[in-house]
């Protein structure tokens, strides 16, 4: 699978968790999607380590841009650009009314004491918030950074602007995967952050990159990916347990044991099974990895 990067930035965490300030001398920063945000990239770079959720800075395929760069560099540049003319650039229109954070966060993380904005980044000047400066800020690093990596958004952020002239589907796979995800999960978002074991597992699964490849068609709803799902599970227990199966089951039994005809109808059996192995796995292969998912938390 292609090494797919996500940035957090200043204001990709949808909120933050003052519960933890006395342990980590800042808010843990809460996201809106972590499960998409592990499964659907293979590294995940963090501006800064206080925007990396608790249980989330130890782990391997995590990155902190502040260790490698001076950040205080983006925000001097940044300062000496006009603001307008990003805004201009990227098409954005002015600020708008925004979705209100409280039942968002609520919904999130409903043990946390929380608000919208973190403490300021010593490094950077900058208080970490969901809002426009902040927005055009991380735009800006990111167009600086010689790696493509996908800005990540938030439901908060996208409500104050429109970002309707840039490519957003980043966005919109993490929101379609973390929803089909959720249901098969329960009970993955701790005052900790959002990591648990099973993560590393699932980022294990071959069918991963089919998976991701799937929440790339911008055109089907999480309504109809759940039916397409539960369609292809049950195609799959008919066709395993159907009589046709267990004959062709049968016979492939009698030629593993007959010599004469093993070397004709073992190579014809063989490729057939390649044949439909291979189609099955193209076209099933992001249901096998949600099956799998949801076959792991029984």
């Known amino acids: 699978m292609p090494n797919n990067t996500a940035f957090i930035g200043t204001s990709s965490p949808i909120g933050y968790d003052y519960e933890k300030e006395p ?63 990003i805004a201009d650039n990227l098409g954005l229109e002015s600020e708008r009314s925004s979705v209100g954070f409280d039942h968002l966060l609520n919904d999130i993380a409903p043990f946390a004491t929380y608000d919208n904005h973190g403490r300021s980044i010593q490094e950077l000047g900058i208080m970490p918030n969901p809002d426009t400066r902040n927005f055009l800020f991380d ?18 952020v996208k409500s104050k602007i429109s970002l309707d ?14 929803s089909i995800i959720a249901s098969r ?20 699964y071959r069918t991963r990159s089919q998976f991701r490849e799937k929440m790339l068609e911008g055109d089907l709803t ?39 005809f093993s070397n004709i109808f073992g ?18 292969g992001w249901a096998n990895f949600l099956a799998k998912i949801e076959n792991h938390n029984k």
Request: glycine letters at 2%.
């Open 165 to 178: 002239t840039m490519n957003t589907n980043s966005y919109r796979d993490l929101n379609k995967a973390e």
């Open 139 to 156: 735009y800006y690093v990111v167009s600086e950074l010689d790696t493509d990596v996908d800005y990540i958004s938030n439901t908060f």
């Open 23 to 85: 342990e980590l001398n800042h808010p843990n920063p809460l996201l809106e999607a972590p499960l998409g945000l592990f499964l659907l990239y293979d590294e995940i770079w963090f501006l800064h380590h206080q925007l990396c959720p608790k249980n989330m800075k130890d782990l391997d395929y995590v990155k902190f841009i502040s260790d490698s760069d001076d950040v205080a560099d983006y925000r001097e540049k940044f300062d000496n650009i006009s603001q307008e003319k």
């Open 267 to 284: 190579a014809i059996a063989g490729a057939k099974n390649a044949a439909q192995s291979h189609s099955r796995n193209k076209n099933y």
């Open 185 to 204: 999960v329960p009970n993955y978002q701790t005052p900790d952050g959002p990591y648990f074991e099973a993560i590393d597992d699932f980022r294990k």
């Open 222 to 260: 999480i309504e109809e990916l759940e039916e397409e799902f539960t369609e292809i599970r049950n195609r799959m227990l008919i066709e395993s347990t159907s009589r046709k199966n267990v004959y062709e089951s049968i016979i492939s039994m009698f030629v593993t044991q007959a010599p004469v």
